[in-house]
């Protein structure tokens, strides 16, 4: 098993930057990929960004690449979200997710089999 707690979230200016951490315990965590996903009022849960296990592969939704930027530490079980140039489109509640143990950095929300409580991200126009 593994546990994930995400950060407090908060509400933002449109153009201001947060940064979502998920610390997690249990199973090594360095041997899991980790996700963000996020899902709006109404919406289906969403792929945000994942790094791999190294740290070394991520990949980013269309919407968020330059702006947000995924990235981890494994001696201290964390994955961090820095998010940048927020917009109000961005506003939802944040998810973080593990998945593994594996070598790659999947997308997709159906092989993450750990998941956080959320955390909830507004944006102000």
């Known amino acids: 098993q593994v546990q994930l707690v995400e950060s407090e979230g908060g509400l933002v200016q449109a153009g201001g930057s947060l940064r979502l951490s998920c610390t997690a315990s249990g199973r090594t965590f360095s041997n899991f990929a980790m996700g963000w996903f996020r899902q709006a009022p109404g919406e289906e849960r969403e792929f945000v960004a994942v790094?791999?296990?190294?740290?070394?592969?991520?990949y980013y939704a269309d919407s968020v690449k330059g702006r947000f930027t995924i990235s981890r530490d494994n001696a201290k079980n964390t994955v961090f979200l820095q998010m940048s140039s927020l917009k109000p489109e961005d506003t939802a509640a944040y998810y973080c997710a593990a998945s593994g143990p594996r070598l790659g950095a999947p997308r997709s929300r159906d092989v993450y089999d750990y998941w956080g409580q959320g955390t909830q991200v507004t944006v102000s126009s």
């Open positions: 790094i791999n296990w190294t740290g070394g592969t991520t």
